[in-house]
């Protein structure tokens, strides 16, 4: 059955590689993005999700051209990774505004539909960091540890709604956020990961469309790890 399906910050990296992988398969696809425009085949919307009358606007958007969210992706994030000793407030603030905040007001804002279709799934993508944590990443690693909190009291508040909300933890991914990483730093990584490499933002889209598919209807709360194994033991 067809969904209509919203991935925020799906002009690009991971989210664009998700948005793909639902079209593929005919769901309805519309993605966010902050003025680069929408790629082929996708329905776009502008927003800023740090902005909540931007959210509002770029779902009743969506909902007037595909209808209802019925599956949310809350995908957008940033870094701005400094050492504790060096991080401003600001810097921790707005890193959380984005990735914890932000996937906060489009859960919301995608929820009372949800409630009345008594049917939705939300997919939040945290991050390998958001449990292991990572030096200089004090900002990046609470915002996506929070995530899962969000997840979790979803679970609890709508899970006899047939609403299921889950976390997708990817580990290192090819995308422009891990192209910046100095190479010395990537192969440490590659070093500590068990599948030797990194990954494709593919191989976490396909979990994802997975969570959304009624063969994950039983799934809620969960952390997945879509990480080689770096992460094992979370
Ligand atoms: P990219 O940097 O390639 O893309 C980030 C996306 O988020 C862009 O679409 C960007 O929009 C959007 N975005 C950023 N800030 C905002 C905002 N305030 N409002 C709306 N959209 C915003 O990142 P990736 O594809 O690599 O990452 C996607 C998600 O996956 C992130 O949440 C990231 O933390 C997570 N992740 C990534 C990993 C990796 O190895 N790459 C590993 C683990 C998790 P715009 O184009 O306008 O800038």
Redesign the pocket.
């Known amino acids: 059955m067809a969904r209509t399906v919203l991935v925020?910050?799906?002009?690009?990296?991971?989210?664009?590689a998700i948005a793909q992988a639902f079209a593929k398969q005919g769901d309805r696809v519309a993605i966010?993005?902050?003025?680069?425009g929408a790629p082929e085949g996708l329905f776009g919307v502008q927003?800023?999700?740090?902005d909540s009358a931007a959210v509002d606007a770029a779902f009743a958007a969506v909902e007037a051209e595909l209808g209802p969210v019925e599956v949310l992706v809350a995908?957008?994030?940033?870094?701005d990774d400094t050492l504790l000793l060096r991080m401003s407030e600001e810097q921790f603030t707005r890193v959380v505004d984005?990735?914890l905040t932000?996937a906060f007001r489009c859960a919301k804002r995608a929820s009372g539909k949800m409630l009345r279709a008594r049917w939705g799934r939300m997919i939040f993508?945290?991050?390998?960091?958001g449990l292991y944590g990572g030096p200089g990443q004090v900002n990046?690693a609470a915002s996506?540890a929070g995530l899962v909190g969000v997840a979790r009291s979803i679970t609890r508040e709508l899970g006899s709604r047939n609403i299921t909300a889950n976390v997708v933890?990817?580990?290192?991914?090819?995308?422009?956020?891990?192209a910046v990483l100095p190479a010395e730093k990537k192969a440490e990584y590659v070093k500590a990961i068990p599948a030797g490499r990194?990954a494709s933002?593919d191989e976490?889209a396909s979990v994802v469309t997975w969570l959304a598919g009624d063969g994950a209807g039983y799934i809620s709360g969960a952390v997945i790890p879509v990480d080689g194994g770096l992460g094992m033991g979370h």
């Open positions: 925020t910050g799906g002009n690009r990296g991971i989210g664009l966010t993005h902050r003025g680069s927003c800023d999700i740090t995908n957008a994030g940033i870094t984005t990735n932000g993508i945290s991050s390998v960091i990046y996506k933890a990817p580990g290192f991914i090819e995308t422009e956020m891990t990194l933002a976490v």
